[in-house]
C-alpha cells in the first residue's frame, strides 16, 4: 500500500529519514517542513519480497507521477535487513512517502489517465486488492522531518543502505538542540570526506504517545556499514574529530537519549525526481 486510499481497518491507507528535499545544491538544513508516511508491510504466508514487487513498482509509477508533477517530494520502498525488535516479523519492508505538507496529494486525474486510460478506478480497485493480498500494511506512522544534511546530489539507490534509530529522550522535556546540533555538525563532516551520503533527524507526530517507546528518529545513509562502525576515520591520518571529543559526544548522546530500537533498511524501488 502507497499512496491512494484503500480500505483501512489497520491502517489509514495513504501511499515516510524522508528524505529532505534531494536537489542539487550541497549540504543544507531542511529548508521546510516536510512530512514522512510510513507504511509497514507484513508478507502474506508463503510470499517474499520478490511477490511484492509487481505491486509495489506500480505503486512506484502512480507516485513517479505525483513526483513529477510536483506534489510528493518522493516515494521509496526500503526491505529491511536487520533489526532490534524483539518481534522480528513484525513486518517485512516499509514504503515511505514523502510530502511537503501533511496532507497527502497524488497525482492528477490527467496523469492517472495517461497511466491507466479510461480504466483507472478498476484498475486502482484490483491494484489495492491485490496489495492487500500480498502485504498487508499491519502499521503506520507519520513523521515530520525537522533537520538533515545529504551529499550534492544525493538520492538514493539499490546499494544504499539506510540505518535507523528510534529514540527517546531519557528525561522527557530535555532541551535535545544543542546535541542534535553537533551530530549534524559531525555528519557535514562526513559527507565532506565521503564516509556518509546524508543524514536526518524526524519527530514522530501520529501516532505518539507515552506507551509508543519513541519520539524521535535518526536516519543516516550509507554506501556500506563501515561507515557506521568508523564514523569519524579514526585509522586515518586525518580523522574527523579527535577520539576523546568523538568519545565524549557519545557520551552526551547517550545521556539524553535512549536507543529503543535500532533498523536497517536497503532501498529496492523509489521514485527520481525530475531534473532542475
Given at each position: 500500500?502507497?499512496?491512494?486510499?484503500?480500505?483501512?481497518?489497520?491502517?489509514?491507507?495513504?501511499?515516510?529519514?524522508?528524505?529532505?528535499?534531494?536537489?542539487?545544491?550541497?549540504?543544507?538544513?531542511?529548508?521546510?517542513?516536510?512530512?514522512?508516511?510510513?507504511?509497514?508491510?507484513?508478507?502474506?504466508?508463503?510470499?517474499?519480497?520478490?511477490?511484492?514487487?509487481?505491486?509495489?513498482?506500480?505503486?512506484?509509477?502512480?507516485?513517479?507521477?505525483?513526483?513529477?508533477?510536483?506534489?510528493?517530494?518522493?516515494?521509496?520502498?526500503?526491505?529491511?535487513?536487520?533489526?532490534?525488535?524483539?518481534?522480528?516479523?513484525?513486518?517485512?519492508?516499509?514504503?515511505?512517502?514523502?510530502?511537503?505538507?501533511?496532507?497527502?496529494r497524488g497525482a492528477s486525474p490527467e496523469a492517472m489517465a495517461r497511466i491507466?486510460?479510461?480504466?483507472?478506478?478498476?484498475?486502482?480497485?484490483?491494484?489495492?486488492?491485490?496489495?492487500?493480498?500480498?502485504?498487508?500494511?499491519?502499521?503506520?506512522?507519520?513523521?515530520?522531518?525537522?533537520?538533515?544534511?545529504?551529499?550534492?546530489k544525493f538520492a538514493p539507490d539499490g546499494s544504499q543502505f539506510m540505518v535507523?534509530?528510534?529514540?527517546?529522550?531519557?528525561?522527557?522535556?530535555?532541551?535535545?538542540?544543542?546535541?542534535?546540533?553537533?551530530?549534524?555538525?559531525?555528519?557535514?563532516?562526513?559527507?565532506?570526506?565521503?564516509?556518509?551520503?546524508?543524514?536526518?533527524?524526524?519527530?514522530?507526530?501520529?501516532?505518539?504517545?507515552?506507551?509508543?517507546?519513541?519520539?524521535?528518529?535518526?536516519?543516516?545513509?550509507?554506501?556500506?556499514?563501515?561507515?557506521?562502525?568508523?564514523?569519524?576515520?579514526?585509522?586515518?591520518?586525518?580523522?574527523?574529530?579527535?577520539?576523546?571529543?568523538?568519545?565524549?559526544?557519545?557520551?552526551?548522546?547517550?545521556?539524553?537519549?535512549?536507543?529503543?530500537?535500532?533498523?536497517?533498511?536497503?532501498?529496492?524501488?523509489?521514485?527520481?525526481?525530475?531534473?532542475?
Open positions: 500500500m502507497n499512496l491512494f486510499i484503500q480500505p483501512f481497518s489497520l491502517t489509514l491507507t495513504v501511499c515516510v529519514a524522508f528524505l529532505c528535499s534531494l536537489n542539487a545544491s550541497a549540504q543544507s538544513k531542511t529548508s521546510q517542513k516536510k512530512y514522512m508516511y510510513l507504511i509497514y508491510h507484513k508478507l502474506s504466508p508463503g510470499l517474499t519480497i520478490q511477490d511484492a514487487l509487481p505491486v509495489e513498482r506500480e505503486w512506484k509509477r502512480i507516485n513517479q507521477a505525483a513526483v513529477d508533477e510536483g506534489k510528493l517530494e518522493g516515494w521509496y520502498m526500503t526491505v529491511k535487513q536487520f533489526t532490534s525488535n524483539p518481534n522480528q516479523t513484525e513486518y517485512d519492508y516499509v514504503t515511505r512517502i514523502v510530502s511537503p505538507e501533511m496532507a497527502i491507466y486510460g479510461d480504466s483507472v478506478q478498476a484498475k486502482m480497485a484490483d491494484l489495492q486488492k491485490r496489495d492487500r493480498q500480498t502485504a498487508p500494511v499491519v502499521k503506520m506512522e507519520i513523521w515530520e522531518i525537522t533537520d538533515g544534511t545529504f551529499a550534492p535507523i534509530e528510534r529514540i527517546r529522550r531519557r528525561n522527557p522535556g530535555a532541551d535535545y538542540d544543542n546535541v542534535v546540533g553537533q551530530l549534524k555538525k559531525l555528519s557535514e563532516e562526513r559527507i565532506k570526506r565521503g564516509n556518509l551520503l546524508g543524514w536526518d533527524f524526524s519527530s514522530l507526530v501520529i501516532p505518539n504517545g507515552s506507551e509508543k517507546g519513541y519520539e524521535f528518529s535518526i536516519a543516516q545513509y550509507v554506501t556500506s556499514l563501515n561507515a557506521v562502525a568508523n564514523p569519524i576515520l579514526v585509522d586515518t591520518p586525518t580523522p574527523i574529530m579527535p577520539a576523546q571529543a568523538y568519545k565524549q559526544l557519545r557520551s552526551q548522546t547517550a545521556q539524553m537519549f535512549d536507543i529503543t530500537r535500532q533498523e536497517v533498511y536497503r532501498f529496492m524501488e523509489y521514485t527520481t525526481r525530475p531534473a532542475n
